[in-house]
Protein backbone atom coordinates (compact mmCIF):
# COMPACT_ATOMS: atom_id res chain seq x y z
CA UNK A 1 0.00 0.00 0.00
CA UNK A 2 1.21 3.28 -0.59
CA UNK A 3 2.29 5.40 2.35
CA UNK A 4 0.69 8.78 1.97
CA UNK A 5 2.89 12.27 1.88
CA UNK A 6 2.08 15.36 2.21
CA UNK A 7 2.40 17.62 -0.81
CA UNK A 8 2.85 21.42 -1.34
CA UNK A 9 -0.09 22.90 -3.02
CA UNK A 10 -0.72 25.91 -4.73
CA UNK A 11 -3.90 27.39 -5.34
CA UNK A 12 -4.12 27.94 -9.15
CA UNK A 13 -7.84 29.39 -9.20
CA UNK A 14 -11.28 30.29 -7.78
CA UNK A 15 -14.88 29.95 -8.80
CA UNK A 16 -17.81 31.28 -6.13
CA UNK A 17 -20.26 28.43 -5.80
CA UNK A 18 -22.47 30.16 -3.23
CA UNK A 19 -21.82 33.08 -0.76
CA UNK A 20 -20.43 30.74 1.82
CA UNK A 21 -18.81 28.11 -0.86
CA UNK A 22 -16.41 28.42 -3.38
CA UNK A 23 -14.52 25.72 -5.53
CA UNK A 24 -10.91 25.87 -5.21
CA UNK A 25 -8.26 24.40 -7.74
CA UNK A 26 -4.63 23.80 -6.81
CA UNK A 27 -1.51 22.74 -8.54
CA UNK A 28 -0.10 19.70 -6.55
CA UNK A 29 3.60 18.49 -7.92
CA UNK A 30 3.94 15.11 -7.26
CA UNK A 31 -0.19 14.49 -7.31
CA UNK A 32 -0.20 10.57 -7.71
CA UNK A 33 -4.24 10.63 -9.22
CA UNK A 34 -6.94 9.94 -7.71
CA UNK A 35 -11.24 8.03 -8.23
CA UNK A 36 -14.36 9.86 -8.21
CA UNK A 37 -15.02 10.12 -4.86
CA UNK A 38 -11.97 10.33 -2.96
CA UNK A 39 -11.08 12.86 -0.51
CA UNK A 40 -8.02 14.72 0.69
CA UNK A 41 -6.81 16.43 4.06
CA UNK A 42 -5.81 19.80 3.94
CA UNK A 43 -3.13 21.43 6.08
CA UNK A 44 -2.49 24.66 7.60
CA UNK A 45 0.79 26.09 9.71
CA UNK A 46 0.59 28.97 11.35
CA UNK A 47 3.40 31.31 11.31
CA UNK A 48 4.14 30.64 14.29
CA UNK A 49 4.01 26.64 13.86
CA UNK A 50 0.42 25.79 15.14
CA UNK A 51 -1.29 23.58 12.48
CA UNK A 52 -4.60 22.60 11.65
CA UNK A 53 -6.30 19.85 8.96
CA UNK A 54 -9.48 19.17 8.10
CA UNK A 55 -10.86 16.90 5.54
CA UNK A 56 -12.53 17.73 2.13
CA UNK A 57 -13.95 15.56 -0.89
CA UNK A 58 -12.07 16.08 -4.08
CA UNK A 59 -15.13 17.75 -6.36
CA UNK A 60 -13.52 16.92 -9.88
CA UNK A 61 -11.93 13.90 -12.13
CA UNK A 62 -8.09 13.05 -11.74
CA UNK A 63 -6.35 16.14 -14.54
CA UNK A 64 -2.81 15.19 -14.02
CA UNK A 65 -1.28 17.29 -11.21
CA UNK A 66 -4.39 19.47 -10.76
CA UNK A 67 -6.88 19.10 -7.18
CA UNK A 68 -10.39 20.50 -7.27
CA UNK A 69 -12.06 21.15 -3.91
CA UNK A 70 -15.43 22.83 -2.97
CA UNK A 71 -15.37 24.23 0.83
CA UNK A 72 -18.17 25.61 2.40
CA UNK A 73 -17.56 27.54 5.47
CA UNK A 74 -18.23 26.81 8.95
CA UNK A 75 -18.45 29.55 11.38
CA UNK A 76 -15.95 30.04 13.58
CA UNK A 77 -13.67 26.88 11.98
CA UNK A 78 -10.12 26.38 11.85
CA UNK A 79 -9.85 25.60 8.65
CA UNK A 80 -12.96 26.62 6.16
CA UNK A 81 -12.93 30.15 6.76
CA UNK A 82 -9.43 30.83 5.61
CA UNK A 83 -9.93 28.41 2.67
CA UNK A 84 -12.98 30.72 1.81
CA UNK A 85 -12.09 33.88 2.51
CA UNK A 86 -8.69 34.32 2.83
CA UNK A 87 -6.31 32.25 0.41
CA UNK A 88 -6.02 34.21 -2.97
CA UNK A 89 -3.74 32.45 -5.86
CA UNK A 90 -0.76 31.55 -5.52
CA UNK A 91 -0.84 30.94 -2.16
CA UNK A 92 0.38 27.32 -0.63
CA UNK A 93 -1.35 25.01 1.66
CA UNK A 94 -0.49 21.13 1.70
CA UNK A 95 -2.49 18.29 0.93
CA UNK A 96 -2.60 14.73 1.62
CA UNK A 97 -4.37 11.93 0.11
CA UNK A 98 -5.99 10.42 -1.89
CA UNK A 99 -8.01 9.00 0.85
CA UNK A 100 -10.66 6.51 0.26
CA UNK A 101 -11.51 3.53 -1.47
CA UNK A 102 -15.17 2.41 -0.69
CA UNK A 103 -16.94 5.56 -1.60
CA UNK A 104 -15.84 5.44 -5.49
CA UNK A 105 -17.42 5.09 -9.10
CA UNK A 106 -15.23 3.74 -11.82
CA UNK A 107 -16.04 4.39 -15.62
CA UNK A 108 -16.25 0.43 -16.09
CA UNK A 109 -19.04 0.09 -14.04
CA UNK A 110 -21.88 -0.12 -16.57
CA UNK A 111 -25.07 -0.71 -13.70
CA UNK A 112 -27.18 2.51 -13.11
CA UNK A 113 -26.01 5.77 -10.36
CA UNK A 114 -28.26 6.68 -8.24
CA UNK A 115 -26.35 9.94 -6.10
CA UNK A 116 -28.54 10.96 -3.70
CA UNK A 117 -26.68 14.61 -2.02
CA UNK A 118 -27.29 16.41 1.14
CA UNK A 119 -26.21 20.05 1.19
CA UNK A 120 -22.31 20.29 0.47
CA UNK A 121 -22.51 16.23 0.06
CA UNK A 122 -23.14 17.34 -3.91
CA UNK A 123 -18.74 17.45 -3.95
CA UNK A 124 -17.68 13.85 -4.02
CA UNK A 125 -20.83 13.10 -6.13
CA UNK A 126 -19.99 15.44 -8.66
CA UNK A 127 -16.64 14.48 -9.24
CA UNK A 128 -18.66 11.40 -10.37
CA UNK A 129 -20.84 13.22 -12.27
CA UNK A 130 -17.61 14.65 -14.48
CA UNK A 131 -15.57 11.54 -14.78
CA UNK A 132 -18.67 9.80 -16.41
CA UNK A 133 -18.56 13.26 -18.42
CA UNK A 134 -14.61 12.76 -19.01
CA UNK A 135 -15.03 9.26 -20.41
CA UNK A 136 -18.05 9.93 -22.73
CA UNK A 137 -19.52 7.36 -20.61
CA UNK A 138 -22.66 5.90 -21.37
CA UNK A 139 -23.90 4.96 -17.59
CA UNK A 140 -27.25 6.76 -17.25
CA UNK A 141 -26.96 8.76 -14.12
CA UNK A 142 -29.73 10.19 -11.79
CA UNK A 143 -29.02 13.26 -9.26
CA UNK A 144 -31.46 13.57 -5.92
CA UNK A 145 -30.02 17.46 -4.34
CA UNK A 146 -31.86 18.28 -1.85
CA UNK A 147 -30.90 21.62 0.34
CA UNK A 148 -31.95 24.12 1.96
CA UNK A 149 -32.92 26.82 -0.85
CA UNK A 150 -31.97 27.80 -4.40
CA UNK A 151 -28.91 30.10 -3.41
CA UNK A 152 -27.28 26.93 -1.80
CA UNK A 153 -26.78 24.80 -5.16
CA UNK A 154 -23.50 24.56 -5.84
CA UNK A 155 -22.27 23.99 -9.81
CA UNK A 156 -25.50 25.43 -10.37
CA UNK A 157 -24.59 26.61 -14.00
CA UNK A 158 -23.00 22.89 -15.23
CA UNK A 159 -26.31 21.14 -13.49
CA UNK A 160 -28.28 23.23 -15.69
CA UNK A 161 -26.58 22.34 -19.32
CA UNK A 162 -28.58 19.80 -21.21
CA UNK A 163 -26.14 16.54 -20.09
CA UNK A 164 -27.73 13.04 -21.90
CA UNK A 165 -27.77 10.60 -19.35
CA UNK A 166 -27.70 12.84 -16.77
CA UNK A 167 -31.07 13.54 -14.91
CA UNK A 168 -31.13 15.79 -11.92
CA UNK A 169 -34.06 16.39 -9.12
CA UNK A 170 -33.75 19.33 -6.51
CA UNK A 171 -36.03 18.84 -3.59
CA UNK A 172 -35.30 22.13 -1.73
CA UNK A 173 -35.86 21.67 2.17
CA UNK A 174 -36.67 25.06 3.21
CA UNK A 175 -37.59 27.54 0.80
CA UNK A 176 -38.83 26.33 -3.14
CA UNK A 177 -39.06 28.76 -6.13
CA UNK A 178 -42.26 29.96 -6.55
CA UNK A 179 -44.70 27.54 -8.71
CA UNK A 180 -41.93 24.46 -7.21
CA UNK A 181 -43.83 20.90 -8.06
CA UNK A 182 -42.74 19.86 -5.05
CA UNK A 183 -43.33 21.57 -1.41
CA UNK A 184 -40.42 21.89 0.66
CA UNK A 185 -39.66 19.32 3.10
CA UNK A 186 -37.08 17.24 3.68
CA UNK A 187 -36.57 14.09 1.72
CA UNK A 188 -39.59 11.00 1.70
CA UNK A 189 -40.20 7.66 0.31
CA UNK A 190 -41.78 9.19 -3.10
CA UNK A 191 -38.99 11.14 -3.70
CA UNK A 192 -36.80 8.07 -4.03
CA UNK A 193 -38.92 5.81 -6.04
CA UNK A 194 -39.71 9.08 -8.62
CA UNK A 195 -36.50 10.41 -8.94
CA UNK A 196 -34.79 7.33 -8.07
CA UNK A 197 -33.50 3.79 -10.67
CA UNK A 198 -36.43 0.70 -9.29
CA UNK A 199 -34.31 -1.31 -7.06
CA UNK A 200 -35.01 -4.23 -9.73
CA UNK A 201 -32.83 -2.52 -12.41
CA UNK A 202 -29.80 -2.75 -9.54
CA UNK A 203 -28.14 0.53 -9.79
CA UNK A 204 -24.88 1.22 -7.78
CA UNK A 205 -26.34 4.08 -5.33
CA UNK A 206 -23.99 6.75 -3.15
CA UNK A 207 -25.86 8.83 -0.68
CA UNK A 208 -23.58 12.13 0.49
CA UNK A 209 -24.33 14.62 3.17
CA UNK A 210 -24.78 15.43 6.96
CA UNK A 211 -25.55 12.16 9.25
CA UNK A 212 -28.99 12.23 9.45
CA UNK A 213 -29.66 12.81 5.92
CA UNK A 214 -27.35 10.04 5.09
CA UNK A 215 -28.70 7.67 7.43
CA UNK A 216 -32.51 8.97 6.67
CA UNK A 217 -32.41 8.46 2.69
CA UNK A 218 -30.35 5.11 3.48
CA UNK A 219 -33.38 3.77 5.68
CA UNK A 220 -35.77 4.67 3.04
CA UNK A 221 -33.49 3.24 0.16
CA UNK A 222 -33.86 -0.08 1.98
CA UNK A 223 -37.45 0.51 2.71
CA UNK A 224 -38.03 0.46 -1.19
CA UNK A 225 -36.15 -2.53 -1.61
CA UNK A 226 -32.86 -1.47 -2.97
CA UNK A 227 -30.27 -3.84 -2.14
CA UNK A 228 -27.83 -3.13 1.00
CA UNK A 229 -24.16 -3.78 -0.47
CA UNK A 230 -25.51 -1.49 -3.35
CA UNK A 231 -25.76 1.60 -1.07
CA UNK A 232 -22.74 2.94 -0.35
CA UNK A 233 -22.18 5.98 2.14
CA UNK A 234 -20.49 9.40 3.25
CA UNK A 235 -21.36 11.35 6.12
CA UNK A 236 -20.11 14.29 7.38
CA UNK A 237 -20.82 16.26 11.23
CA UNK A 238 -19.64 18.86 12.63
CA UNK A 239 -15.85 19.15 13.01
CA UNK A 240 -14.43 22.27 13.56
CA UNK A 241 -14.20 23.56 10.28
Same mark, same amino acid.
Given at each position: MRRLTWLAATLAEIRPETPTARTLVFDVPGWPGHLA???? $???LTAEDGYRAQRSYSIAAPVDGDRVELTVEEVP???VSPYLVEVIEPGDRVELRGPVGGWFVWRPENPAPVLLVAGGSGIVPLM???? &??? !????? =??????????? @??????? $??? !?? *? $? *????????????? @???? @? !???????????????? *???? &? *???????? =???????????LALGHAPHRIRTERFGPSGG
Open positions: GQHV $DVRDGEAMVR &ERR !RTAGR =TPFRLLYSLRD @PGRRYYA $DEL !RR *P $D *PGLDVTYLYTRSA @PENW @P !RKAGRIVLDDLAVGGW *PPDF &E *PEVYVCGP =TGFVEAAADLL
